[in-house]
């Protein structure tokens, strides 16, 4: 894997950043990395995710997954952390990406068309919840093994839950004696796809585990004191600098159908992560070459308050174009789509700096485990890094809990603070809608 930071310079792009500030930076940097691996080392909560790939235990998965093997789909009962790091590995590697279908919402309509569509017979449950509590989840669970009992199939048989030592879904599996994983100590959710967390859909479908906990340890032995030795460090220092220098949005726009929900992974990590003290950078979810003709209007021409990081496998498979039979599309002839999407991707990489926007760039050498594994750790270790130069507290989400509170409130039918701000909050409504 490697980064590439030229066209965020300052000398390309405003915002953008001064060599003399990245050099400066750089000995920030070398004091987080102290800081981190001292973290690693301790196995402090939160930094411990980096040693994921050393301690992630793939037998183990394996033989949970053992008496579901011979599915050949799996829905994912999770939300946040706990759905989308095996949806972005299933989505990136799976022979058939379909195969693996996330409830990660609670719209009824998607829930049960989901539902009604699947051979249930056919279809391993993987639930996912670190507290076990999670309302989303354990309400879609409750639907899911109503769906396989009215079905006649005995969903504890096609079952495999990944949770905490506590909780009503821990208790459940208790219960049943069903294959139970544990959700590893100290591993915020965004942090857990290179554990049971996001590794038991690929290892019932057969993706291999052990390569992606490979490239995870890849990107970790290139973890080092100085941000010109390190992609991961490259990258996350200058995404702070890049927020410092006003950069407060940042559009990730993968070059690869099968990296969309790296997008939605990424999200994740860089919001709950860094979203804390009145920063923070915006994550935008972007999809080259689509979002060519949709968002790059924006990203070329609106506010400088963007980055636009670009993510591509240095290889793809090809599909020819077919000779044209019309004279304006003779440039389409022998060529393929492989290298029309790279030339997409040089030519919008360079529309950035070429009107002063700034882009960072992420390669990596193709859609494999390694990769893949490489790249959401590089990742992961680029948002720690960004966390100890912010001065935030990255490996927690205070702000989340309101609207759970808030929600349960409303459920139970209590006056609480919160059902008091509900109530009371501003409103104008604009137009009619049929009252219910
Ligand atoms: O795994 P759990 O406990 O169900 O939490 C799911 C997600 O909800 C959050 O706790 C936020 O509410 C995320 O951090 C987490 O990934």
Redesign the pocket.
């Known amino acids: 894997m490697h980064v590439d930071i030229g066209a965020a310079l300052a000398s390309a792009a405003d915002p953008g950043v001064e060599r003399v500030t990245l050099d400066e930076l750089d000995e920030r940097v070398a004091a987080a990395h102290d800081r981190i691996e001292q973290g690693r080392n301790d196995d402090e909560f939160g930094y411990t995710s980096l040693n994921l790939p050393e301690t992630t235990d793939a037998e183990a998965i394996r033989d949970a997954v053992a008496p579901v093997a011979d599915a050949e789909s799996v829905i994912t009962v ?7 790091g095996a949806k972005t590995i299933t989505e990136a590697l799976a022979e058939d990406p379909s195969s693996h279908v996330v409830l990660d919402n609670v719209d009824p309509e998607h829930v049960r068309r989901t539902l009604d569509r699947l051979s249930l017979a056919d279809t391993a449950i993987n639930v ?7 309302a ?2 354990l309400a879609n669970f409750l639907v899911v093994r109503e769906a396989y009992e009215d079905r006649g199939v005995d969903w504890t048989e096609r079952i495999v839950v990944t ?2 030592e506590s ?1 009503p ?1 821990r208790a459940l599996a208790d219960q049943h004696d069903l294959p139970t994983l544990p ?1 590893p100590e100290g591993v ?3 942090f ?1 796809a290179l554990s049971a ?1 996001g590794l038991v859909p690929p290892a019932i479908l057969d993706i291999d585990i052990e390569g992606l906990l490979a490239g995870g340890q890849q990107a970790a032995g290139d973890l080092a004191p100085s941000l010109y030795d390190s992609p991961a460090y490259a990258y996350g220092a200058m995404a702070y600098a890049l927020e410092e220098a006003g950069a407060t949005v940042n559009a990730v726009m993968p070059y690869a159908e099968r990296l969309e929900s790296f997008g939605e992974w990424f999200a ?1 990590l860089w919001a ?1 992560s860094l979203g804390k003290d009145g920063r923070g950078q915006t994550p935008a979810r972007a999809l080259g070459a689509t979002d060519q003709h949709s968002q790059l209007q924006l990203y070329r021409a609106g506010h400088r308050d963007k980055v636009v990081t670009f993510v591509r496998p240095r290889e793809r498979t090809d599909v020819a174009i077919p000779d044209p039979d019309h004279e304006d599309l003779s440039y389409l002839a022998g060529t393929d789509l492989g290298g029309l999407i790279d030339a997409e991707y040089e030519a919008t990489v360079a529309s950035l700096p070429a009107t002063d926007r700034p882009a960072l760039e992420v390669e990596i050498d193709r859609l494999d485990a390694e990769s893949v594994g490489e790249l959401l750790y590089a990742m992961e270790a680029a948002c720690v890094l960004v966390g100890e130069l912010a001065d935030v507290e990255t490996f927690t ?1 205070p702000a ?2 309101w ?2 509170n808030a929600t349960r409130a409303l459920i139970r039918g209590e006056d609480t603070d919160e059902t008091a701000v509900i109530e009371e909050r501003e409103r104008l409504r604009i137009g009619e809608t049929e009252s219910i």
């Open positions: 999770g939300i946040g952390g706990s759905a989308l996912v919840s670190r507290s076990g509590t999670t989303e989840t949770t905490g909780g879904l959700v915020p959710g965004r857990s967390v994740q709950e989400q989340v809990e609207g759970k």
